[in-house]
């Protein structure tokens, strides 16, 4: 086209920014509600048949998840639960076989595989090894400090690579509503 150049590295602009934020509305509660109790009502899923909170005590979201924009962006690749402290029990969301049990950089990590999902858990100290079958609900390890400013939890999930919230299968997301088109 006359008069116009183009520009090595630039892209021209698209929807999909606009696609991530719908996706991080979509994918869990927000921060001002991140550190209340989820509601047990009917507007929220109940957990999925085989799945269970990590730790025991009040369903507390201290963080939401939070998409990153592009696959190295930044975000927050899961939720973190409060727990009652440190050196509490942590039990296995789902049922599954141990990926991986060991530590990473600073923490202690266990990653259960569950079909597609890959489904981790930090900062815990780990009663299970790579191979062990677990169900949902089994120890698997203890909460080490200093992941949260209060004992917490991460806890994520990712579905074929991709990093989704776990309160799709623990039952923190509001139910969708579709509603009539006309009036």
């Known amino acids: 086209m006359p008069g116009s150049r183009t520009i090595i590295g630039m892209r021209p602009r698209s929807l999909a920014p606009l696609a991530v934020l719908a996706l991080v509305l979509a994918s869990g509660p927000s921060a001002a509600a991140a ?21 025991e005590g009040p369903s507390v979201v201290e963080r939401p998840f939070v998409a ?5 962006g930044a975000g927050h690749r899961g939720v973190d639960l409060r727990a009652e402290s440190s050196g509490a029990v942590v039990r296995a969301a789902t049922g599954g076989t141990i990926h991986f049990a060991g530590r990473v950089v600073d923490r202690g990590v266990v990653t259960i595989r569950s079909g597609p999902l890959l489904v981790t858990v930090e ?6 090894a790579a191979g062990d079958v677990v169900a949902a609900g089994d120890p698997i390890g203890e909460l080490e400090p200093g992941h949260c400013a209060s004992p917490c939890v991460h806890l994520g999930v990712r579905e074929a690579g991709v990093y989704v919230s776990p309160l799709r299968w623990l039952g923190g997301l509001q139910r969708a509503v579709l509603l009539p088109l006309d009036g």
Not at 68 to 72: A, F
């Open 123 to 128: 900062p815990v100290t780990s009663a299970v």
């Open 68 to 72: 990153p924009p592009t696959p190295y």
């Open 35 to 55: 550190a209340a109790p989820l509601p047990h009502d009917a507007t929220v899923s109940p957990p999925a048949p085989g799945w269970e909170w990590p730790v």
